[in-house]
């Protein structure tokens, strides 16, 4: 399977994913945004970072750069988009993802390992998972703060369009186990066709036991199978 | 010709900056404050001569790059 990284002057993961992906024998290729070709890919993810170092607002530059244009013609095509934590922002400010990220409820810059909860297994990102399954993954943002309007939370709810929400480790959704104030606990979220993925947490840094675990493993087993 | 954009949040969002420095405002005596809420500004001079048509044009910015329309809302003023 071929992937392509997006890289951005700010982008800080795109290394972290790349190796993730080779190590899951993806064929990577990194593509810099001012690229206006986009190699055939059967998956393309925005890394995490702080493209264009958050000026005007997380994602904001980055979402209108060169590249963009191609990858919003290849997720619209059917093409797999993965957005992980300043993926994730990008994603939502070029459309693809409906809503936005707020600055963290406590407007602290949080780096921890948290626990989250797989809310729908029926994927091309998370079928490798099981329902409910409880991950440790890391997460180190400061604005992963997940806001939608009403009408398309509900749409989120009933075409089980969330991912993944924030839970603690026994499993449980409520407040304590919020750690930025998303709503619902929200920590990733499809588009309404699932061929798009956007997450706070960062599956690329849980893919080897000798750094941390490999919960993240099975998120890009999902997408090669 | 210049004009001045005003973004701030909309008021069901929640705004912990502003509420951050109301309560030091607080803090330091002002305690007949009803509120803070922290925005952005930005000046931008257009090479245009009608009034109407430079306003369309910095409308269209804002709408395309300077203003999230899902969180914020904005005024745009000519100086």
Avoid at chain 1, 21 to 41: A, G, I, R, Y
């Amino acid at each position: 399977m071929k992937s392509s990284v997006i890289v951005f002057p700010g982008s800080n993961c795109d290394r972290d994913i790349a190796k993730a992906l080779e190590k899951m024998q993806f064929k990577n290729q990194m593509v810099w945004h001012k690229e206006t070709d986009l190699p055939k890919s059967d998956l393309i993810v925005i890394p995490g970072g702080f493209s264009y170092g958050d000026y005007l607002r997380s994602g904001a530059i980055a979402g209108k750069s060169l590249i963009i244009e191609e990858v919003i013609k290849a997720a619209n095509s059917g093409c797999l988009v993965l957005g992980i934590c300043n993926g994730f922002q990008i994603l939502t400010e070029t459309g693809l993802l409906k809503g936005t990220l707020l600055r963290n409820k406590n407007l602290k810059f949080i780096n921890k390992d948290i626990n989250i909860k797989v809310i729908n297994n029926q994927t091309r990102f998370t079928s490798k998972y099981k329902l409910n399954q409880i991950l440790k993954i890391n997460i180190a943002h400061n604005e992963g703060n997940y806001f939608t309007n009403s009408t398309h939370l509900n749409e989120l709810k009933n075409e089980n369009l969330i991912a993944f929400k924030y839970c603690d480790e026994k499993g449980n959704i409520n407040n304590q186990s919020n750690p930025n104030g998303a709503m619902d606990n929200i920590a990733g979220i499809f588009n309404s066709k699932k061929n798009i993925l956007g997450m706070m947490p960062h599956p690329e840094r849980m893919v080897d036991k000798f750094i941390s675990n490999t919960d993240g493993v099975n998120l890009f087993s999902s997408i090669l199978h | 010709m210049k004009f001045s954009v005003t973004v701030v949040l909309k008021k069901d969002v929640l705004d912990p900056q502003g509420k951050v420095v109301q309560n030091t405002l607080n803090n330091l005596g002002m305690s007949d404050l009803k509120s803070v809420r922290q925005g952005k500004f930005f000046e931008i001079e257009i090479d245009e001569q009608d009034q109407k048509k430079a306003e369309i044009k910095v409308d269209g910015m804002c709408k395309k790059l300077l203003v999230n329309l899902i969180i914020e809302d904005y005024k745009i003023n000519k100086l």
